[in-house]
């Protein structure tokens, strides 16, 4: 009878809205959210849209801040997120979205394992988009005939290993050009002469240079990254359909690009029913009016994906390819 009254009372307080003990709470708390790149880019532009929004959707509406974690395009704050991060609710990061690529062609180093975080949700499916300075060369066949420079963060960015791939699968002549902190530190070096071209999510480029792709403008978008074609970009065949049918297995280990897109993740070890605290504060959050005017507002798109989905794809991605695959991807991107 002792055991059914606590039952009644915690169910009570439960509807009422009054905290349980035991129960989750972040009331006085700060949330971090880690990213792996510099403020300027697309990174930074959803953790802040996150730090302004989730945390009226958790228990206690604690405080978020955005930290920016930099290194090998991202690795460090995976690495870190991995043996590092506290593992309360209170630690949590944007993973790169090359998180599951980088697992499969350049392993060395790495501390984390993509299918042990827990996958809070995703802001947007986003493909990469690669795109030149426009000119007489501005296409597949022109960085056939000439050396075309690409601007990157480093070999563990869509913008190295992407050209890393493609080059050899398509007789691409690839110069890297390494070192850049930010999204739109790389779209600078275009405009300045100092690279041909840069690989970028659609969004990145709609919202900052969106010019760039009217009519005879500065950008010329010549591939995309991903597993289907992005529904809001410009006509650009996908890299899995240009290459040779014996090739297109190595072309879609970047698939799970577009999948990851701008997501929010907490470190493995994450308890489960924090993991489903966060996703149902995620979920809510979608719907919220303030969160969709401010998305509006800053032309940040919102096409979202739920944590359960996005942890079963990661899982999956990381299982499908072949050993020889895996082997060959790795050859041509070190």
Do not use: C
């Given at each position: ?58 228990p206690g509406q604690p405080n978020l ?6 290194g090998a395009g991202g690795v460090k ?88 791939l493609a080059g050899p699968l398509l ?164």
């Amino acid at each position: 009878m002792r055991i059914l009254r606590s039952l009644l009372v915690a169910i009570v307080l439960g509807v009422l809205g009054v905290p349980v003990a035991g129960a989750a709470d972040f009331q006085g708390k700060t949330i971090t959210i880690f990213i792996g790149y510099g403020t300027g880019g697309s990174y930074y532009f959803y953790g802040q849209l996150l730090a302004h929004h989730f945390g009226r959707h958790l228990p206690g509406q604690p405080n978020l801040i955005v930290e920016s974690s930099l290194g090998a395009g991202g690795v460090k704050m995976l690495n870190d997120a991995a043996v590092r991060m506290r593992t309360d609710g209170t630690n949590l990061f944007i993973p790169p979205d090359t998180t599951v690529v980088i697992q499969l062609l350049q392993p060395q180093g790495l501390a984390y394992d993509a299918a042990k975080f827990r996958y809070i949700g995703t802001l947007d499916q986003e493909n990469t988009f690669w795109v030149l300075r426009r000119g007489p060369d501005a296409s597949i066949e022109g960085m056939r005939r000439r050396d075309t420079f690409m601007g990157s963060s480093g070999k563990g960015s869509t913008g190295y290993m992407i050209p890393a791939l493609a080059g050899p699968l398509l007789g691409l002549k690839i110069k890297p050009i390494a070192g850049y902190t930010s999204s739109q530190d790389m779209i600078l070096s275009m405009e300045k002469g100092e690279t041909d071209g840069t690989l970028q999510a659609w969004q990145v480029w709609k919202q900052s240079r969106p010019d760039w792709f009217k009519p005879d403008g500065f950008g010329v978008p010549v591939l995309q990254i991903g597993a289907v074609a992005d529904p809001d970009a410009p006509p650009t065949p996908l890299l899995r359909d240009v290459v040779s049918a014996d090739k297109k297995p190595l072309a879609s280990l970047f698939d799970t690009i577009g999948i990851l897109g701008r997501s929010l993740a907490a470190p493995p070890g994450t308890a489960a029913d924090m993991v489903a605290l966060l996703r149902k504060a995620f979920e809510d959050m979608l719907r919220d009016p303030e969160f969709i005017a401010e998305a509006k507002q800053t032309k940040l798109r919102i096409l979202p994906r739920s944590g359960e989905d996005l942890q079963a794809a990661i899982e999956e991605a990381l299982v499908t390819p072949s050993a020889d695959v895996v082997r060959r991807g790795q050859e041509l991107t070190q």
